[in-house]
C-alpha cells in the first residue's frame, strides 16, 4: 500500500505513479454519518437510477440523487487535497456509490476508463464510441480529456485484497490508451490498493485497474467522484458538472 506523506507531493505523486492512497480523511463519525443519509435514501426511494444485484448495488449520479450529503462529502481535508491536485477551477464530472454486498461474487478485469457522461450526442471530432444507458450518453473522448480527469473513491469500510480493493499497475497512465497485452502482464508490478475506513485513492482513469471477488464475507461500499479541469468543445457539457462550493 502507498500513502503520500506530504500533502505538497500529491499531485507530482499521482502523475508520476497514477494513484495515492490517503487514510483518515474522514472521521468514523462523518463516516458514519455519510452511510446513515445513504441507508434513509436506500428506504425510501424506487429511483430507476439506483442499480440492484445480488452482486451489487450502485446509485448513479450520486450527488444529484443525494444532493443534501455534498456537505458531507467535501470536508475541509477534501476540499484541501483537490486544492492541492487541481487547484481552484475543479468541479465534479460523475459520481457513483458502490455496495459490493459480502457475498459478492462480482469481479472486474483489468481495464482503462475510457469514457466520459455527457449532455447529449452530438458530431464532434475525436469523440466516438457513443452509448446510451437509462437516458444517459456516454462517449469516448481524445485522450488528452481523460489525462486531465482525477477520480477519488472514499472508501467507507475498510478494504483489503480479500473484499475486492482495487488491483493497480502503477505508471501504467502514461502510456495513452492501450491494449492490456502491451503492458507486458508477466513483468507488472501489481499492488493491491489496500484503504481503510474514511480514507481516500486517488487515481488516473488510464491507470489499468481490477477489482477481485468478495472471499471474507466483508462490505465494500465505496463514493467514487471524478472531477476535470477542462471544458467540453461545441455544446458538449458534462452530464453531473457540479462546481463544490
Not at 455519510?34 to 442499480?51: G, H, K, M
Request: with cysteine; proline share 3%.
Amino acid at each position: 500500500m502507498m500513502i503520500v506523506p506530504d500533502e505538497r507531493n500529491y499531485s507530482s505523486y499521482v502523475e508520476e505513479k497514477g494513484f495515492a492512497i490517503i487514510n483518515a480523511v474522514f472521521t468514523l463519525e462523518e463516516v458514519n454519518a455519510i452511510i446513515d443519509e445513504i441507508n434513509q435514501l436506500v428506504a425510501t426511494s424506487n429511483n430507476n437510477s439506483f442499480r440492484r444485484t445480488k452482486d451489487l448495488f450502485a446509485i448513479r449520479q450520486f450527488l444529484k440523487e443525494v444532493p443534501s450529503i455534498e456537505a458531507k462529502i467535501f470536508n475541509e481535508n477534501l476540499k484541501r487535497i483537490l486544492y492541492t491536485l487541481l487547484g481552484d477551477t475543479y468541479f465534479v464530472i460523475k459520481s457513483i456509490y458502490f455496495d459490493k454486498p459480502e457475498t459478492s461474487n462480482w469481479f472486474v478485469a483489468y481495464h482503462q476508463d475510457l469514457t466520459i457522461s455527457v449532455n447529449k450526442k452530438e458530431d464532434v471530432k475525436g469523440f466516438s464510441n457513443w452509448t446510451v444507458k437509462q437516458n444517459q450518453f456516454s462517449v469516448q473522448p481524445p485522450v488528452n480529456y481523460l489525462e486531465q480527469i482525477t477520480t477519488l473513491r472514499i472508501h467507507l469500510d475498510d478494504t483489503t485484497e480479500e473484499n475486492g480493493a482495487l488491483k493497480i499497475i502503477p505508471k501504467s497512465h502514461k502510456k495513452g490508451i492501450i491494449r492490456l497485452e502491451e503492458l507486458n502482464l508477466n513483468e507488472r508490478n501489481e499492488i493491491s490498493c489496500n484503504v481503510a475506513k474514511g480514507g481516500v485513492m486517488i487515481m488516473k482513469p488510464l491507470l489499468f485497474h481490477a477489482s477481485n471477488r468478495t472471499t471474507n464475507a466483508s462490505r465494500r461500499r465505496v463514493i467514487h467522484i471524478e472531477f476535470s479541469t477542462m471544458e467540453l468543445p461545441n455544446s458538449l457539457s458534462w452530464a453531473e458538472k457540479n462546481s463544490i462550493n
